[in-house]
């Protein structure tokens, strides 16, 4: 039950971070500057922040062009909550 307790934590933070990260590359795009790599946001979707990238997706209409981020980030979202949720009801 313990590792469940964590898990929503990690999952706020996670999105969060992926949210900025978001902010971040899209001022870096109008800037010029340096960008971050797009397996970094995979890798953050990955990991459960799929809903933090999507929101910075429409906040900021970044990589709102990439058919990937479009059609991968929401299939991303769904396979994050069926895994939270298997973690959540079957494993506690």
Known sequence: MEDVTMLLPYIITVNIIGFIMMR????????????????TFWLLAILGGAIGIYMGMKAFRHKTKHTSFIIGVPVLIVINLVLFAYITFFLS
Do not use: Y
């Open 24 to 39: 971040i590359d899209k001022q870096k795009a109008i800037k010029g500057k340096f960008r971050i790599p797009e397996r």
